[in-house]
């Protein structure tokens, strides 16, 4: 905008990335701006005014600029970058407002709301969850959920709760409580305000409890499996560059566990585990600082963050087994990379490892290591993508599968085969946008291939399990970076065996988001 005859000249620069036409300017004042969800059609407008609108103050918790300092246009992206992967928020932007006689700036940072009260489901290695869960509990931003859950074919319940502020302003707190028939499963995690990568301190505590007792087996004999586990870590930045930033870790571990299967027991891995570990760990980690982005992955040029550069984070720990009483190493990483080949088109590749290895003995215990390459690639309406997965366990604990949620054709296995001490997979899909379900889910189509193969598995009576399928879906995909996809496939066996269905097989199942598991990732917390 400007203005003659002696007014000044003032101009409006809107942004959903940095503000780098306005770097180094001062920031005068900062609005913030929240708005409703868009209004649902015909009768369920009604529910509008259900909807608590997000806090202000929430809002500004992600804001890492304030007035009085200049424009940093990595500070604007990443407060944009954190909003965008709120689960409660559909936009974000930020608008600057500048005159040619005041080099100050005043910031409106404006946001909608998404409708946050949704359908929960999630797939983990041996349990599930279905339910209702609300992202954005009276506009606080913290959420809830309660849900069915079903774990080895027991059916339970399950509620959740997630607070960025717990309490007060100091902790974040995440808590799940699920309680089956034959056990329970407890989890509890706090962790410091991360208010951006360049944080000097990270720390983290992650305290579970899972129990499973019961006389599910051929014999019908007793079978017992308990863990109790305590992680602590914490993280110091020591160096950095404009593209990442790099940390030196330590913490200590405490986990107990104990197996008790009859010898006929379909576990997979060792069917008596006694093992008690207390240790300290130490290790080094590599987070990107820098962004690429693409707008084509999601419906409606919903922008992604691609992490430029390799990332990785490695830990190895030193402590005492005490059922041995022998010392004993704990290992664990992940490293992995992302990058685009040319503007339409991302390839992903990661690898992950972890285990503990007892002087004296000659083998892993609780271990594996697992690697996967995805490749996508726009194409017409929609993406065509290719994935390759493996992974290897060894002595496993038996809550620890091989890509059971990760393979969509697992689901042409009759269940009990589908578990595996060694697992390979690989699909190849297109999709194609079918209409917009509302402003926060898109409908696509789906047409794929897909095939696996399982060895040693408890069940099977050959050394392996092979599946081809060929099949078509149905996405419900939410346009919101970090959230899994809802599929609804249908898939037909071309390559089969006496373990696997020879008819059409339908299975409903959430695919993850890209960046999922993109982190170290602990075995012991995989259930």
């Excluded at 059922?323 to 992302?338: E, H, Q, Y």
């Excluded at 059971?404 to 009759?414: H, P, Q, T, W």
């Excluded at 339908?506 to 259930?527: I, K, T, V």
């Amino acid at each position: 905008m400007s203005e003659e005859g002696g007014a000044q000249a003032c101009d409006t620069l809107i942004s959903r990335t940095g503000l780098a036409q306005l770097a180094g300017r001062e920031i005068n004042s900062i609005t913030v701006v929240t708005a409703p969800p868009t209004r649902l059609p015909g009768v369920m407008g009604k529910l509008s005014g259900v909807h608590v609108v997000t806090r202000e103050s929430v809002i500004r918790r992600d804001l890492l600029f304030a007035p009085g300092q200049t424009i940093d246009t990595s500070r604007v992206a990443e407060s944009l970058r954190r909003l965008r992967h709120r689960q409660y928020l559909a936009e974000a932007g930020v608008e600057g407002f500048s005159c040619a006689n005041n080099s100050a700036v005043d910031l409106v940072v404006r946001t909608r709301d998404r409708w946050t009260t949704k359908p929960k489901l999630s797939v983990q290695s041996t349990s599930s969850f279905v339910g209702i869960q609300e992202d954005d509990l009276f506009g606080s931003g913290n959420s809830g959920s309660l849900s069915f859950a079903l774990r080895e074919g027991k059916l339970g319940g399950a509620v959740g709760y997630e607070s960025f502020r717990f309490p007060g302003n100091s902790l974040a707190g995440k808590f799940r409580a699920a309680i089956y028939p034959d056990g329970n499963d407890l989890r509890a995690r706090f962790r410091n305000q991360e208010h951006s990568v360049f944080d000097t301190w990270r720390g983290e505590l992650i305290v579970s409890g899972y129990v499973r007792d019961s006389k599910d087996n051929p014999d019908k004999a007793f079978q017992s499996f308990h863990r109790r586990t305590a992680l602590a870590s914490s993280g110091r930045r020591y160096g950095n560059s404009p593209v990442h930033v790099d940390r030196v870790l330590f913490g200590a571990d405490a986990e107990r566990a104990e197996l008790n299967a009859p010898d006929r027991a379909p576990v997979v891995g060792p069917h008596l585990v006694k093992r008690d570990y207390k240790g300290l760990k130490a290790g080094v980690s590599r987070h990107a600082a820098a962004f690429d982005t693409v707008s084509w992955l999601i419906e409606k040029q919903i922008l992604v963050d691609i992490p430029i550069g390799f990332e990785w984070e490695m830990l190895a720990g030193a402590g005492r087994e005490g059922v041995t009483s022998k010392p004993a190493t704990f290992l664990t990483g992940w490293a992995g990379k992302m990058w685009m080949h040319n503007p339409e088109k991302l390839s992903q590749l990661d690898l992950w490892g972890s285990g503990y290895l007892i002087a004296g003995r000659h083998n892993w215990d609780a271990a594996n290591v697992r690697a996967a390459y995805s490749k996508y690639k726009r194409a017409g309406y929609g993406v065509w993508s290719a994935h390759i997965l493996a992974e290897k366990l060894v002595n496993p604990d038996p809550d620890v599968r091989a890509l059971s949620n990760l393979d969509v054709s697992a689901f042409a296995v009759k269940r009990p085969y589908r578990f595996a001490e060694e697992a390979y997979a690989a699909s190849v899909q297109q999709t194609g946008h079918v209409t917009d379900l509302t402003k926060s889910f898109s409908l696509d189509v789906a047409g794929f291939f897909a095939g696996s193969l399982r060895r040693k598995s408890p069940f099977s009576q050959t050394d392996h399990v092979t599946v081809g399928v060929v099949g078509v879906g149905l996405l419900v995909i939410p346009r919101l970076p970090g959230s899994g996809t809802i599929r609804l496939d249908a898939m037909y066996p071309f390559l089969h065996s006496r373990v696997t269905e020879r008819k059409v097989v339908f299975a409903l199942s959430l695919s993850p988001w890209l960046e999922a598991s993109r982190h170290r990732e602990d075995p012991r917390l995989r259930q």
